[in-house]
């Protein structure tokens, strides 16, 4: 059966990077689209982006555009979103999701930006 | 971008009873041959959201049929027929795998 398996909390400070990876397995990798969905604490759910993993090719959401990358490792089955300039804002719980449908969702990774 | 709103923000419904959320699209939600790119989720705090309801009407496997979806073009309803206590939730509407409507909280009266 499917299974995604995201990395583990973050703690940033304001101005760095974080790198969130999502390993997937019970199907072929190539096959679904993946994207990413955040949500604040107390707050709904954010369309981050999403990616092809066959061509690597990713759309991004406005509010994302020049911050956020969205990469791959095809031969183990691993995305990677990866988000700069973090703020206090980007705080939130990021999801993994593998578009079927019905789309599969990861338990989520914490990113916590705080000085 | 296409956006999404539903209605209301917050329900009360007693237990047993019926509860029914909006989500409105500003687009058409048509893919292809009468099937429409919506998806209704559920969230329980702590957790992941949970697809209730693809293709706007296909129950998820091993969701109770009192979960119901209905519409097409840009409107939509979640119907749950019999509030039971586990269904105490954030639910959301989402387009194309992209996009999510603001969220309608249930809570028993």
């Known amino acids: 059966q499917v299974q995604v398996e995201q990395s583990g909390a973050e703690v940033k400070k304001p101005g760095a990077s974080v790198k969130v990876s999502c390993e997937a397995s019970?199907?072929?990798?190539?096959?679904?689209?993946i994207y990413w969905v955040r949500q604040a604490p107390g707050q709904g759910l954010e369309w981050v982006g999403c990616?092809?993993?066959?061509?690597?090719?990713?759309v991004y959401a406005q509010n994302f555009l020049g911050r956020v990358t969205m990469t791959r490792n095809t031969s183990i089955s691993t995305a990677y979103m990866e988000l700069r300039s973090l703020t206090s804002e980007d705080t939130a719980v990021y999801y993994c999701?593998?578009?079927?449908?019905?789309?599969?969702w990861g338990q989520g990774t914490l990113v916590t930006v705080s000085s | 971008d296409i956006v999404m709103t539903q209605s209301p923000d917050s329900l009360a419904v007693s237990l047993g009873e019926r509860a029914t959320i909006s989500c409105k699209s500003s687009?058409?939600?048509?893919?292809?041959?009468?099937?429409?790119?919506l998806t209704w989720y559920q969230q329980r705090p702590g957790q992941p959201p949970k697809p209730l309801i693809y293709?706007?009407?296909t129950r998820e496997s091993g969701v109770p049929d009192r979960f119901s979806g209905s519409g097409s073009g840009t409107d939509f309803t979640l119907t749950i027929s019999s509030l039971q206590p586990e269904d105490v939730a954030v639910y959301y509407c989402?387009?194309?795998?992209?996009?999510f409507g603001q969220g309608t909280r249930v809570e028993v009266k």
């Open positions: 999701v593998i578009q079927m449908p019905p789309d599969f």
């Open positions: 019970g199907y072929t990798f190539s096959t679904y689209d």
């Open positions: 990616m092809n993993p066959r061509s690597g090719a990713s």
């Open positions: 687009q058409s939600l048509l893919y292809s041959s009468n099937k429409y790119f």
């Open positions: 293709w706007a009407s």
């Open positions: 989402q387009q194309f795998s992209r996009t």
